[in-house]
């Protein structure tokens, strides 16, 4: 009789809970994959970059290499650019690796690699915003968080979202920011954003979900300029005495 | 004489010769006394007026044997202790040895592994040529034979005797060696596997692995210390041991392509 009486209170509690369940994935369901604040504050903080005749930030970057073994280990480095558009780019990248720079005044892309003094220098197109679709067709590389240096970063950005939410508050360097997270078909995203103010991306984790053991790249933005004053001769390279010029291989298709 | 007067004697017999047992045990220079007197008590500070009663000096004398005997006692408790101290900071000693070994075998273990993976293994076992040792390859090193001159080959490198001592060369191309180092990277040749070490190529033959010349337009991550460079009608290229290198940006990665 106790047996029963035990059988039917667990009988009743597993429907409570399975109903329970079906009514919050239902609720699930029907919340939108991209919620419009988390859309509007990551559309914001892109169009500005978007819009900016030029910019300069400064980043500490983070990328994680996965070892055969499964092994992860990171690299760190820091990251310097400037933008002039529609054709200047300059970064430095100095990392545990290696310490690069790179230079492009619409008319040539150049590479140096200032460890061992070698540098590339490639016929680029005329406009920023191509420069990057032909270097990765071409060179089978882009600058460092190029997709972000685009003019149309926003559209781009969100027509890769799948889905977005926001995570929450916290605080970065002494900026409070927005915490939000975004799924696209080959990364996950994370980004804080400024909370006060004109929207400042702060930090950048990027997950490179199909790849073995889904390694990350950080990025944390240490300064933001968005009214610098850049001459000509930040895009325009000499090369260092004793450079040694060699070529970029071609990918091969 | 009653029966308790009886005992309190043979009890004070017995204690005497006790004591007197005990002092022909302890040295010469702790029992000896100021005369008749016994020794002075290690309580004569607190009791300076010991020898006002023969019974009161005989209790000091008591208190002081025992005192002694205590001590005498708790020394050889405390050297045992000691000793058992001694054993377990040993034992915690080889205990943390043990564990540090372990550690730093796993940590070798782990940084031969990301070496393995990397493109420049840092601080893997690699002298450049030139390098000059009177000890040589370690004894784990073997005798192979290129050419009629013998070398020593030992985790990636070839070692040649010269005088009294040894001096470290480039890889003899058609060696036949047992196995390839530790942080070789693979690479995937038409005609099968190789491996790349420090300038150093190896392919697998008859079960063993063979060190061959490189064909023009491999491409490696990292060339070793050791390469020199120079202009080639005007083109800057590498050179390491007989093979010449040029450098070149591979999605963005500086490599080194073989040109003969």
Known sequence: MNKKRIRGALLAVGLALATATGTSAVRAQEKPALEPEAARIFTAALARIGAAKSFTFRAEVIGDSTLPSGQKVQFPGTLEVALRRPNGLWNLFEGEQRTERSWYDGKSFTLLNGGKNVYACWPAPEKLDDLFGSMKEKLGFIPPLAPLLRENVATRAMEKVTSGFIVGRSVIGDTKCRHLAFRGGKTDWQVWISEHGEPVIKRIVITYKLEPGAPQYVATFLTWDFAPRLSDAVFAFTPPEGAVQCEFEPVQR | ?260
């Open chain 2, 1 to 260: 004489m009653s029966g308790a007067g009886m005992f309190r004697r043979r009890l004070t017999a017995c204690g005497c010769a006790g004591i007197a047992g005990l002092a022909l045990l302890l040295p010469p220079a702790v029992v000896a006394g100021d005369g008749d007197r016994p020794p002075r008590s290690f309580n004569d500070n607190r009791n300076p007026s010991w020898n006002d009663s023969w019974d009161d000096g005989w209790d000091d004398y008591n208190r002081t044997m025992m005192q002694m005997q205590r001590e005498s006692i708790a020394s050889r408790e405390e050297q045992a202790r000691e000793a058992g101290r001694v054993k377990r900071r040993d034992e915690v000693e080889k205990t943390q040895q043990k564990a540090a070994a372990e550690h730093e075998a796993y940590f070798d273990a782990i940084l031969a592994e990301s070496q393995a993976a990397l493109n420049a293994p840092a601080g893997v076992f690699y002298r450049k040529p030139g390098y000059t040792a009177a000890d040589g390859p370690g004894a784990g090193a073997q005798a192979v034979e290129v050419g009629g001159i013998p070398y020593a080959y030992d985790q990636g490198i070839f070692w040649l005797h010269r005088g009294n001592s040894y001096v470290v060369v480039t890889a003899p191309a058609g060696a036949i060696v047992p196995a390839v180092p530790a942080g070789a990277n693979r690479m995937s040749l038409k005609t099968g596997p190789a491996w790349y070490f420090f300038g150093t190529f190896f392919r697998e033959k008859d079960g063993a692995y063979e060190i061959f010349k490189p064909p023009a337009g491999l491409t490696v991550f990292y060339l070793p210390d050791g390469y020199t460079q120079e202009a080639v009608k005007g083109v800057g290229l590498y050179r390491f041991g007989e093979v010449l290198y040029k450098p070149v940006f591979i999605q963005g990665i500086l490599a080194y392509q073989v040109v003969e």
